[in-house]
């Protein structure tokens, strides 16, 4: 079925929870107000059944309502893996037989940003989820730069490394300080590098949308949950073609 | 509180002896060396303020000057001194103008007469700039005394971080208003590698709010004005660690701050700022917090998000040892030292509960005199805001069944945004629910003789006790450089900032640590 509804306690009956707040004191206008927002969001009937004062000025609500809206899950715009996920060996072996030599990656957290547990968990030894980071791959060479590494600093190590691929982790997201630091990263690398010569841009973090390639300059974009297997089967596929 | 754990008082002060000796060689370090930003709140204290048009403070830039012309081995109170008297220029902001202009020149006198008389001028100005600091004490004092402390324990400690001053305002308003004792204004990414502290009202934060003097002293009016309306003295609290602790902690003194985040290890672990430069800015730090009755708070909590809370419990205790004994030695007392760790156990391991509460209780019976500082969950907090604010229920019980001295609020968002003011709304009526609900539990509560929560305790207290007895051995700097503490390594001979910290020459003179130390 590729039509469907959100479900409260029967098919098809549409119902959602949405809570929010408006900047205006409480009282029967407020509440008004706020189912207003909620039919105007899709909710019909809107059945608002929590509305709590704060501070001053300030009313939080939470609404309940039915929405009409219908979804199609077929025209959904997703990225999926294009690519097989192989094991470390399979990728070590690609590499070995189709490189002739080791795969170099340079990672960074860039920006002022100092989260590193997201970029460790990829590179690092110990991994996550229960699989190794890239360092375990015996064909990877992997240079860890850590965080708050400027873009200046990030191109300058990808040149020496002879970097085959840049990954660069962003985890705060404040104003938007995610999206400002990649696009900064990727128009570096197109400045200091020809099109050859210039590795494959790979960002990750939390917040990041993976339909935004395009936009940010990068060549894949990584988000919640993603683990070493997939970043290096990626990594293969991008740069070597994976069919073994 | 004492005694639920049945801790062996010999074993306690076995820990605490031996952190003493971990500690000591780096006190050693911290007493010979100096830092450009040691220098610099000598300076700001001796009453040198403003910034150039670039926005780099004066202090800096004379600094920078005398630096270039005899090095910071002799300490900068001297040469500076010397040279306002030699050249007639009285005010030392404007001397630093002129040194910038390359017009004047800074030299150690060869006199004796001119040292003593050089240092005799330091030394008065750098009382004028403690007496600041000491006022300020003694306002908070009389506000205390007139509106009144929180009337339970733990105080609540709320965040605020718009990222512009203005607006933060308004909102730690509203948060005192809705029940916090404690506001906390976090800085903006970026701030705490800054060599220098930025001036002014500031707008323009990422994620946090820059820490300007301009910005302290807005936020302390407008918390005069709310702790007045509210009858309750509510505190404001910022960070000290990074490049320019002392400074911050000379500001926080004149603009009266209560509270400075303030460890000894958090800048070389989490932001790669140099060991030495760290243990000796944070020494000096700490002097100036002793005198200005500021409580700190340290960073325990954060090895947690990098380590296993399970794994690594025993290294929280180790660094609460260290702090307590870095703190003991600048002068604190153990009402200042709001040490700190945190609710991080993986919620979906098994008695995950029960070792949060052992951990909990442990810091508070080896402390029992120190206002612990609990935090909450943050790394195992997901977008599941519902199962956060379960979490979160849950940290706030071990905080009322331990004692802890401030609980640093839970917000169910942690993994999505920083605090918006519904989230901020629903977790404190979190917290009241637990205190108001069971705030007097731990009159119940004793862990039975035998139990896992004393095992548990005891076992934490056994490996600290092991890791001390090799970082005796191998040296804390070692330690450090080994990854002990939050996995991270960091060798004292790499990071930021090391270029900043000179050796003490044999005529070193800071006014400020001699009457600190008197
Ligand atoms: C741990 C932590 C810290 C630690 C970081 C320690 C360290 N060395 O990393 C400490 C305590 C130091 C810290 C500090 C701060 N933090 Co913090 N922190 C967190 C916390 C609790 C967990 C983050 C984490 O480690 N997640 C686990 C990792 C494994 O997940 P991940 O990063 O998403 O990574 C995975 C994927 O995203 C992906 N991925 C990530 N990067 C990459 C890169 C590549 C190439 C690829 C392929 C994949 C990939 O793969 C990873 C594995 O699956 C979050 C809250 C939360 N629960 O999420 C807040 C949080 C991220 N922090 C936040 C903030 C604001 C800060 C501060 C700025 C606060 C301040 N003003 O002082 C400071 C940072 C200062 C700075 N300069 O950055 C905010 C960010 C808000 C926002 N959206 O902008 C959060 C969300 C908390 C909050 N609600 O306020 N923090």
Redesign the pocket.
Same mark, same amino acid.
């Given at each position: 079925m590729s039509i469907v509804r959100p479900y409260g306690d029967t098919t098809g009956d549409g119902m959602v929870q949405l809570s929010f707040t408006l900047p205006i004191p409480h009282d029967k206008r407020a509440e008004g107000a706020a189912i207003q927002l909620a039919n105007k969001m899709g909710m019909d009937p809107a059945l608002l059944v929590h509305a709590k004062p704060m501070g001053d000025g300030f009313t939080f609500f939470v609404v309940y309502g039915k929405v009409s809206h219908l979804v199609d899950t077929e025209k959904v715009q997703i990225v999926e893996r294009d690519f097989p996920l192989l094991s470390a060996k399979e990728v070590n072996a690609v590499i070995k037989r189709k490189l002739r030599r080791r795969l170099n990656v340079v990672?960074a957290c860039i920006g002022?940003? *100092?989260?590193?547990? @997201?970029?460790d *968990?990829?590179l690092n030894l110990k991994g996550?989820a229960g699989e190794k980071g890239l360092e375990y791959y015996a064909e990877l060479s992997v240079t860890n730069m850590g *965080?708050?590494v400027s873009v200046p600093e990030l191109v300058e190590t990808a040149r020496e490394q002879k970097a085959d691929a840049v990954?660069?982790?962003q985890?705060?997201?404040?104003r938007d *300080?995610h999206l400002h630091n990649t696009r900064a990263m990727s128009a570096a690398f197109r400045e200091a590098l020809p099109a050859g010569k210039r590795p494959l841009l790979?960002?990750? @973090?939390?917040?990041f949308d993976e339909l935004m390639t395009a936009d940010l300059g990068v060549d894949r974009i990584?988000?919640? @949950?993603?683990?070493p297997r997939e970043?290096a089967s990626y990594l293969v596929h991008a740069l070597i073609g994976s069919k073994a | 509180m004492a005694g639920k754990l049945d801790l062996d008082p010999r074993i306690v002060a076995r820990a605490r002896a031996l952190a003493v000796r971990a500690g000591q060689p780096v006190v050693d370090i911290a007493r010979s060396h100096t830092t450009v930003s040691v220098e610099r709140a000598v300076l700001r204290l001796a009453g040198v303020h403003g910034a150039d048009s670039d926005g780099i403070p004066w202090v800096n830039r004379l600094v920078d000057a005398v630096r270039a012309d005899v090095g910071l081995g002799h300490g900068v109170a001297v040469p500076v001194f010397h040279a306002a008297a030699a050249t007639g220029v009285d005010d030392l902001t404007v001397l630093a103008q002129k040194a910038a202009a390359g017009a004047v020149r800074f030299d150690v006198p060869e006199k004796k007469a001119e040292v003593t008389a050089a240092r005799r001028r330091a030394k008065k100005s750098a009382a004028d700039g403690l007496k600041i600091v000491d006022r300020r004490r003694a306002e908070r004092d009389r506000l205390i005394k007139r509106y009144g402390d929180p009337q339970q324990r733990p105080w609540i400690y709320l965040i605020v971080?718009t990222g512009d001053i203005y607006e933060d305002i308004p909102q730690a308003q509203a948060a005192a208003r809705a029940g916090a004792d404690v506001i906390a204004v976090?800085?903006?990414? &970026?701030q705490?590698l800054l060599d220098y502290v930025p001036e002014g009202a500031t707008r323009e934060g990422f994620? &946090?709010t820059y820490a300007t003097q301009e910005n302290f002293r807005l936020m302390r009016a407008a918390l005069d004005v709310t702790s007045k309306e509210l009858g309750r003295y509510i505190r404001l609290t910022n960070y000290a660690s990074g490049l320019c602790m002392p400074e911050m902690a000379a500001l926080a003194g004149m603009e009266r701050l209560d509270m400075m985040l303030n460890d000894s290890m958090y800048g070389i672990l989490?932001r790669d700022i140099n060991p030495i430069r760290t243990f000796v800015d944070q020494r000096f730090s700490r002097q100036v917090h002793a005198r200005a009755g500021i409580i700190i708070n340290t960073g325990e909590d954060?090895y947690l998000?990098?380590a296993d809370a399970v794994d690594a419990a025993h290294t929280v205790t180790v660094s609460q040892l260290l702090n307590e004994f870095f703190a003991h030695e600048a002068g604190l007392a153990d009402w200042q030292l709001g040490l700190g760790h945190a609710f991080e156990i993986n919620p979906d391991l098994p008695e995950s509960f029960r070792m949060e509460l052992a951990h909990a209780l442990l810091a508070r019976e080896i402390f029992p005199d120190a206002p612990l500082k609990w935090m909450p969950p943050?790394?195992h907090?997901?977008g599941d805001v519902f199962r956060g604010n379960l979490l979160d229920g849950f940290f706030n019980l071990v905080g009322a069944l331990t004692g802890q001295g401030i609980l640093l609020v839970g +917000?169910m968002?942690?993994?999505?945004?920083?605090?918006w003011i519904s989230d901020r709304d629903i977790a404190l009526q979190n917290v009241r629910y637990v205190l108001n609900g069971a705030g007097n539990l731990h009159e119940d509560f004793v862990p039975a003789p035998g139990g896992f929560i004393r095992n548990r305790a005891n076992q934490v207290l056994g490996e600290a006790i092991e890791l001390l007895e090799r970082i005796v051995d191998d040296t804390l700097m070692e330690a450090i450089a080994d990854g002990t503490f939050g996995l +991270?390594k960091r060798p004292a001979t790499r990071g930021k900032g090391l270029d900043g910290v000179a050796k003490q020459d044999a005529d070193y003179y800071n006014p400020v640590t001699e009457a600190l130390e008197a």
């Open positions: 990672g002022t940003d *100092a989260h590193t547990v @997201g970029i *968990a990829i996550i *965080a708050q990954l660069v982790s985890v705060v997201t404040q *300080a790979i960002v990750g @973090g939390p917040r990584f988000t919640r @949950g993603t683990t970043v | 971080a976090i800085r903006s990414t &970026g705490s994620a &946090g989490f954060n998000t990098t943050t790394k907090m997901t +917000m968002t942690e993994a999505v945004v920083t605090p +991270m």
